[in-house]
């Protein structure tokens, strides 16, 4: 029996007590914290998909991008020089962090940013638990998918709104807009937090045709700029969309602050180091192309729907990191069995040269080979080489892929120049091309099949068909 | 593993967390394992614990813009005072603490630890079924005192009453401890 508190004690620290504990649930209820931290600025947070377009969601960045402006378009009634003050003194700073709460039929949804104006790095977390990472200086976007758990990391696509050397294309392309569209503006003092602001109201009338939230049409955008009077950093904003009755849809308030350290990187924002990577950077595509054997792409004169030809080498086409031929050695069938010259499998033995011994010749009429991938791949580019010893172009081209070998389920049709349905395949959008020694290329889009189906029917010298190879890039699909 | 982290950048994360993810996400990493193996001690099963846990830290995400405290000393008693909440809150439902009686019955019968009379050789399982008779805001003063090695003006911070209340208190308790535990080692004879 113990007699007091320290025998007490002395029974405890002998005790074996497994407190040790489960890195995944750490990381996933670190994740939700975070999360949920963000809607704390708030009594009631409702999660909002849809209804608001793109240009809402991006309100937020506009207005952080605000303080990135390079070269200011135009005049905006004398606020250029305001503006100039602004810029100029968030720049120094070497952080801006902005919380924005977008208000849309009595729901609420907050996004946070932190922008890093030295390396031009812009990180978001939104209010589903989604983080982004914007980083403008290497041109690479990191996204991380609170539902499913996957960090994505692609290349940020040039221009647009979220463009690589955004968010200075934003805002200059935010500003190039409110000046076509004549956006008046209005100076005046006001207060912000006790703060003593100047407020500048931009309104555009008529944003953008056709722009709508929900079923409404937005018929005006009205955007309130703070900035404190005395260090001339913006501290808040608000923008307004309206409907022709001037009636406010929807609105974003953000209030932005300027810490001394922002997040090192994504995973500082909750993101789990456990969350499974998926990187889509793309990168050109090593092709090995053969000999070429004749010089410049003569041009069949019998042969209508011709696309021109490039004049130059074909630009480097690009897919993501990992991605290369899966077809090299894969089995193949063919609508006819027994080949005139040839054997199937010379299709994917790796062989392009336009010699003989290297090509297959199938009957005339419409004939179709299949390659069995074995797997299921995501597919970015179908390069094929029927016969280019010699400037021919061969008709009713149509390139396939479908999950089953009898291309019944999920078939989709990436290329197809038999214009006038004669092979009963749809009619086809594309034109009729030269062969080369750099082959066809056919953009896949990261199709997802295991089989891949080519038809021809004849060419412009006879009316049989040929192959010399036929590749297929591609990376496994991921689970 | 927790970070370490000097005590001054400890307070400033603090402040800054109300309204910096970073800084919460940092002092998360500071406090989880604290946090947890409290839980752990007051609920016996670690799953149970997990559930605890995170609804201690999405109290605090919840909370933390109006938390009026400066330092980590602060932060790491508003979170013990969570903590005891939200567990005692747990083992007052009587079906959730007979569950938890159930699960250390289980452990104690497997346990190859001879039975409670012999205090030297007393296992967790006895141990917790003697604790859980107790009070929950006793439990709490026992695993804040003995498991976490708490002292007593911490303590008293913690449940928010004077440290002289906490040491007659404990004293008590202990007394009762005993009985429980005597009456665990009768059962078993």
């Given amino acids: ?64 991008a605000i303080g990135s402006i390079h070269k200011f378009v135009g005049s905006l009634d004398g606020t250029t020089v305001a503006f100039a003050q602004m810029k100029e003194a968030m720049q120094k700073m070497p952080w801006m962090h902005a919380i924005s709460r977008e208000y849309y039929k009595g729901t609420e949804r907050i996004n946070q940013h932190w922008q890093h104006f030295p390396s031009k790095k812009l990180f978001e977390i939104t209010s589903d638990g989604s983080i982004s990472h914007h980083d403008y200086g290497t041109g690479k976007k990191m996204y991380f998918y609170a539902t499913e758990g996957t960090l994505t990391i692609s290349d940020l696509k040039k221009g647009g709104f979220y463009g690589s050397g955004s968010p200075h294309n934003l805002i200059d392309a935010f500003v190039q807009y409110m000046v076509e569209e004549n956006a008046s503006t209005v100076q005046h003092p006001g207060k912000f937090n ?10 555009k009338i008529r944003p953008d045709d056709g722009m709508s939230i929900g079923s409404t049409v937005v018929a005006k955008i009205k955007y309130y700029l703070m900035a404190d009077t005395k260090t001339k950093l913006m501290v808040a904003a608000t923008v307004e969309y309206l409907d ?62 011709l696309e021109k030809p490039l004049g130059r080498a074909r630009d480097p086409f690009l897919a993501p990191v990992g991605t290369k031929n899966v077809a090299l ?10 080949p005139i010259i040839g054997e199937i499998k010379m299709i994917t033995d790796g062989d392009k040269e336009a010699t003989d011994g290297s090509y297959v010749e199938l009957g005339p009429l419409l004939q179709h080979i299949t390659i069995d991938l074995q797997a299921v791949y995501e597919i970015y580019a179908i390069v094929v080489w029927h016969y280019h010893k ?26 197809n120049n038999d214009i006038d349905n004669t092979s009963g395949l749809g009619v086809g959008q594309h034109k009729h091309y030269v062969e080369t020694n750099e082959g066809k290329l056919i953009d896949a889009k990261g199709m997802r099949a295991r089989y891949v189906r080519l038809y021809s029917k004849g060419n412009s010298s006879d009316d049989l068909n040929h192959y010399i190879e036929v590749e297929v890039y591609g990376k496994p699909v991921e689970q | 593993m927790a970070e370490s982290i000097s005590p001054g950048d400890a307070d400033k994360l603090v402040v800054r967390a109300r309204t910096d993810a970073v800084a919460l996400g940092r002092l998360y990493e500071l406090c989880y394992e604290r946090i947890f193996r409290f839980c752990v001690h007051r609920l016996f099963c670690k799953e149970i614990a997990e559930d605890v846990t995170s ?68 296992d967790w399982p006895r141990l917790y079924q003697a604790i859980l008779k107790l009070k929950p805001e006793h439990q709490t003063i026992v695993t804040l005192r003995f498991f976490e090695n708490m002292d007593f003006e911490q303590i008293a911070k913690i449940m928010n009453t004077k440290e002289a209340t906490v040491r007659v208190t404990l004293h008590r308790i202990l007394k009762k401890l005993r009985n429980h535990l005597q009456t665990i080692a009768d059962g078993e004879k």
């Fill in chain 1, 1 to 64: 029996m113990f007699e007091n508190e320290d025998d007490f004690k002395n029974i405890v620290d002998r005790l074996n007590i497994d407190t040790k504990p489960n890195p995944a649930h750490r990381e996933k209820l670190r994740q939700r914290m975070l999360s949920m931290s963000i809607g704390s600025f708030t009594t009631r947070i409702t999660i909002m998909k849809g209804p608001i377009p793109k240009l809402v969601a991006a309100a937020v960045i506009i207005i952080v």
């Fill in chain 1, 194 to 203: 006790d703060l003593d602001v100047k407020v500048y109201e931009i309104e």
């Fill in chain 1, 244 to 305: 022709k009755s001037n009636n406010v849809i929807s609105y974003t308030k953000t209030e932005v602050d300027y810490p001394e350290t922002g997040p090192e990187d994504i995973y500082a924002l909750g993101v789990p180091h456990t969350a499974k990577i998926i990187d889509k950077t793309l990168v050109a595509i090593d092709i090995k192309l053969p000999r070429p054997m004749f010089h410049g792409t003569p041009q069949p004169t019998r042969v209508s729907n």
């Fill in chain 1, 329 to 338: 050695g894969k089995p193949v069938s063919s609508s006819d069995e027994e």
């Fill in chain 1, 390 to 415: 010699q400037a021919r172009v061969y008709y009713d081209v149509v390139v396939q892929v479908a999950d089953d070998p009898d291309f019944t389920t999920n078939v989709k049709t990436l290329f």
């Fill in chain 2, 55 to 122: 609804t201690v830290f999405l109290e605090v995400a919840r909370r933390i813009r109006a938390f009026p405290g400066q330092t980590e000393q602060d932060f790491a008693n508003w979170l013990y005072a969570i903590a005891a909440n939200q567990t005692n809150a747990y083992i007052r439902k009587t079906s959730r603490r007979q569950k938890l009686l159930d699960e250390a019955a289980r452990a104690m019968q497997a346990s190859t630890s001879r039975s409670s009379e012999d205090f030297s050789m007393l």
